[in-house]
């Protein structure tokens, strides 16, 4: 990128039915002064929706049939939008043993011994929220359990 740009000019081939073509397309650029100094350049989206420009500042644009576009005009979701409770509980607990060990199976026993070069407060913290994550998820799919049983009349395992 040179100084003083304000556009990039992109190219895609895309292989379709009737044969390759190739799309080219102008994507802004604008930059925004970080609050420790210096800058960071985003892309402007140039997709459509609803009868007018997107014009949404991007980080990243993602291709799409023949075009660049922001997340929200491809309508791509995060992986947790897509979750319901449980799920949403089961990464998050997950995502608190990947601080502390390799092993993300929220089944396996949490490690007593922390990683090399983390304070032990640290470490405490995290394995407490850990296990806070893994009770809830716990929690979540007993009641789902029980509310299924109820359900069909089942009497409770409890």
């Known amino acids: 990128m040179l100084a003083g740009q304000e556009s990039l000019r ?10 390759a073509v190739t799309s080219y397309q102008t994507v802004g650029l604008v930059r925004r002064p970080c609050n420790l100094g210096g800058e960071r350049t985003y892309f402007i989206c140039s997709g459509t929706g609803s009868g007018h420009a997107c014009g949404r ?26 979750e319901d409770a449980l799920g949403r509980a089961r990464l998050l607990a997950s995502k ?44 979540i799919l007993i009641a789902r359990l029980q509310k299924e049983m109820a359900m069909y009349g089942m009497a409770e395992a409890y």
């Not at 992109?10 to 044969?19: H, K, Y």
């Not at 991007?58 to 995060?78: D, E, M, N, S, T």
């Open 57 to 82: 500042r991007a980080g990243k644009l993602y291709a799409a049939r023949q075009y660049f576009l922001c997340r929200h005009c491809l309508g791509l979701a995060y992986v947790c939008q897509n």
């Open 96 to 139: 608190k043993r990947r601080r502390i060990t390799c092993n993300p199976d929220i089944q396996a026993p949490l490690p007593i011994m922390k990683p090399k070069h983390m304070h032990w407060r640290t470490f405490s913290r995290l394995h407490a929220e850990a296990a806070s994550a893994k009770t809830k998820a716990d929690a």
């Open 10 to 19: 992109l190219a895609r081939r895309v292989a379709l039915s009737e044969g």
